[in-house]
Structures are given as structure tokens and as C-alpha cells.
């Protein structure tokens, strides 16, 4: 979710094809390389340059043009870095016995309860409110084949 910025959205809705937007940093445009470079690449297709006066990054110059690129290609490899961090974060978390999500609604001597009031012909809507889960809960847990393990966490 982006936080607003109403004078950076002032500013560029007010930007035309030939205008220069000047900045002292490039990270006062963009809280992210991706952002930025998502932001640069929307002034360029506009016709609207784009100058850093700390940076010296000017996008009406060739070598503007290649810094950019250049910061689009780091965008995206520190994107891939972090998606590949996440992956091998969870699997680690797998490999210690450790499982994401909710823990399962109904387990233990709950499942049990659920299981004995079914066997007695209890109906499925007064087990679920006897137990406190909703009615697909109950029903998830009851099937036969279900994995109670994530019965309920669905």
C-alpha cells in the first residue's frame, strides 16, 4: 500500500511533455530503487525529464538514460535477492519442524469432542456451536480423508 504524497502527486499531474523535474536526491522521489525506477520510466513515457542535482542523473542526456537502466537492473536483482531470502527463510523454518499459517481450529480433545457428538447424531450446526467454529469447520474436520493438521486453517 503506498502512503500518500499529495505534492508529489500534484506535481506530477501537473508535469508536461518537455518539463524538467529537478530533485536534490533521487530518494526523494521514490521510497525504493523500484519505485523510482517505475516513476522514471512513467516521466520518460510522458516526454517529462528527470534531473538529480546530487546524483548528476539527467535523464535528457544519454548517460541519464543508463544510470537509470542501470538502477532498474539493481531494482530487479535486489527484488529476486529477496524473494530467494523468503524461500530459503521458509523452507530452513520447514526443515525445524516449523509450519506457517493458523494453527488448526479444531485439534486434541476438541476433534475428539466433534468425532463423539457426530457418532452420536448430533448435528453438525450444534457441534459448531458447541465448539465455537463455524459449520464448514466441523465439516472439514468430519470428512473422512480430511488433514485435521490444517483442518480449520484453511
Do not use: C, N
Not at 500534484?10 to 508536461?16: C, K, V
Not at 536534490?24 to 516526454?47: E, K, P, T
Not at 523454518?93 to 488448526?104: Q, S
Not at 475428539?112 to 459449520?135: C, F, N, Q, Y
Amino acid at each position: 500500500m503506498r502512503a500518500s504524497r499529495p505534492q508529489l502527486d500534484a506535481l506530477l499531474d501537473y508535469a508536461r511533455e518537455g518539463d524538467v523535474i529537478v530533485v536534490w536526491d533521487l530518494s526523494r522521489l521514490g521510497r525504493s530503487i523500484r519505485q523510482l525506477v517505475v516513476l522514471a520510466d512513467d516521466l520518460r513515457l510522458r516526454g517529462v525529464h528527470l534531473r538529480s542535482l546530487s546524483q548528476g542523473v539527467d535523464t535528457s542526456a544519454p548517460h541519464g538514460g543508463l544510470l537509470l537502466g542501470l538502477f532498474a537492473a539493481l531494482a530487479e536483482m535486489e527484488r529476486e535477492v529477496l524473494v530467494q531470502r523468503t524461500l530459503d527463510g521458509l523452507a530452513a523454518a520447514r526443515a525445524r519442524g516449523r509450519v506457517g499459517g493458523r494453527p488448526p481450529a479444531v485439534q486434541g480433545e476438541r476433534l475428539d469432542a466433534a468425532r463423539s457428538m457426530h457418532a452420536a447424531g448430533t448435528p453438525k450446526a450444534a457441534i459448531a456451536r458447541a465448539l465455537g467454529v463455524s459449520r464448514t469447520t466441523v465439516q472439514r474436520v468430519l470428512t473422512p480423508g480430511a488433514d485435521t493438521a490444517t483442518a480449520g486453517a484453511r
